[in-house]
């Protein structure tokens, strides 16, 4: 991927494939999802276009955890061709998490292996944007506040951050 800018304008992104005459090549070289729990709907299918002229290709679309949440449209044919790689409905059935796959295509000339990432995130009700504390030097420390977070029984990493030193506890 090149990025140009000229002068003042907005930047222009560019995606290069470097495609060796008689051989198969795939553009994006990577695809990620992102899906939210609890989901009913999954997320658009994204494109995949190969190319290689006349090439004849057969796909198979695998994943390293979590089952066969990964496919891939059409299996088979001849490039140039688009294809649309998409989750399948076992992605809903998803604990929150990271999940790898890939596309390989075979052709005759070469394969190609096209990683796929899949985030699955908990859903929960936002915390309060911020708490603040009230302190005067040398006085009693200010009463505790509390909210809940919660995320379906799932794990839910968190991070406190502060200004002017640790004197926050959790």
């Given amino acids: 991927q090149v990025t140009a800018t000229v002068g003042t304008l907005s930047p222009a992104i560019f ?25 009913t709907t999954l997320p658009p299918g ?5 190319t290689g002229a ?20 059409p299996t088979s044919g001849t490039a140039p061709a688009s294809l649309v790689v998409s989750l399948s409905s ?7 998490g990271s999940y790898s796959g890939s596309i390989a295509i ?3 000339a070469n394969q190609v292996v096209v990683p796929v990432s899949l985030t699955v995130l908990a859903s929960f009700d936002p915390p309060p944007s911020a708490i603040s504390f009230v302190a005067v030097s040398q006085s009693p420390t200010p ?28």
């Fill in 106 to 108: 075979q052709s005759a």
């Fill in 54 to 73: 006349g090439l004849a290709f057969n796909l198979v679309a695998s994943t390293v955890s979590g089952g066969n949440w990964l496919s891939v449209s």
């Fill in 15 to 39: 995606a290069l494939t470097n495609v060796v005459s008689g051989m198969l090549a795939s553009t994006p070289g990577t695809l990620s999802f992102t899906l939210t729990q609890p989901a």
């Fill in 46 to 50: 994204q494109p995949l276009s190969l």
């Fill in 90 to 96: 076992a992605a809903l059935q998803l604990a929150p």
């Fill in 143 to 170: 009463q505790s506040q509390t909210f809940t977070l919660s995320s379906s029984n799932h794990p839910l990493p968190f991070l406190i951050g502060t200004s002017g030193g640790p004197w926050l506890t959790v």
